[in-house]
């Protein structure tokens, strides 16, 4: 059975510092590129980065683009958000989502982490 | 505000079909065949429900349909039942970097 899950969520300060992970299981986590989705309470889903297999190809969007960092261990077959220099617009529900190589949907998701920005 | 236009919310009686409108521009949904829509239920994890405009993966009901005119999609419930009611978003790569875009997202009620 393919499983993402998400961790690492939790309250922080304006400024700060969180680092997510996904785990995942249940498929070869080589095999595929990931991304990271976040959702702000009462808004849309909202792509936040992506990373190739080989972690050749990192993306990120320009709400994000030198505050957030993502990596992936192709040995623990884990996926993880570096998110630093925090603010409150970066509250919302994080999820990890699979993405096969060559297409451009996302098949699978996490349920979600939770981050919340505030003094 | 998302990229992609969606109505807010939806409703319709259990056997009607409704239909959730994905309105993007020519750097998205109209540029390219590459619009998916996602079925997602309070804390759950969002689920594929149609993938390139109007393919199901497997084991979705093909009560769910997809189409695309131009620079709008359409997801299209059919024989609506009281399981479909969750929020539901539309999906389009864009062109504007290497990104996606979504919907802001339409709750679905089965009345």
């Known amino acids: 059975e393919v499983q993402l899950v998400e961790s690492g969520g939790g309250l922080v300060k304006p400024g700060g510092s969180l680092r997510l992970s996904c785990a995942v299981s249940?498929?070869?986590?080589?095999?595929?590129?990931f991304n990271w989705v976040r959702q702000a309470p009462g808004k849309g889903l909202e792509w936040v980065s992506s990373?190739?297999?080989?972690?050749?190809?990192?993306y990120y969007s320009d709400a994000v683009e030198g505050r957030f960092t993502i990596s992936r261990d192709n040995v623990r077959n884990s996926l993880h958000l570096q998110m630093n220099s925090l603010r409150a617009e970066d509250t919302a529900v994080y999820y990890c989502a699979r993405l096969p190589v060559g297409v451009y949907f996302f098949d699978y998701w996490g349920q979600g982490t939770l981050v919340a920005v505030s003094s | 505000q998302s990229a992609l236009t969606q109505p807010a919310s939806v409703s319709g009686s259990p056997g009607q079909s409704i239909t959730i409108s994905c309105t993007g521009t020519?750097?998205?949904?109209?540029?390219?065949?590459?619009v998916s829509w996602y079925q997602h239920r309070p804390g759950e994890a969002p689920t594929l429900i149609i993938y390139d405009v109007s393919h199901r993966p497997s084991g979705i009901s093909n009560r769910f349909s997809g189409s695309k005119s131009a620079s709008t999609a359409s997801l299209t419930i059919s024989g609506l039942q009281a399981d479909d009611e969750a929020d539901y978003f539309c999906s389009s790569y864009s062109s504007s970097a290497f990104h996606w875009v979504f919907g802001g997202g339409t709750k679905v009620t089965v009345l």
């Open positions: 249940g498929f070869n986590f080589l095999d595929y590129s």
């Open positions: 020519t750097s998205d949904v109209g540029g390219y065949h590459y």
């Open positions: 990373i190739s297999s080989s972690s050749r190809y990192i």
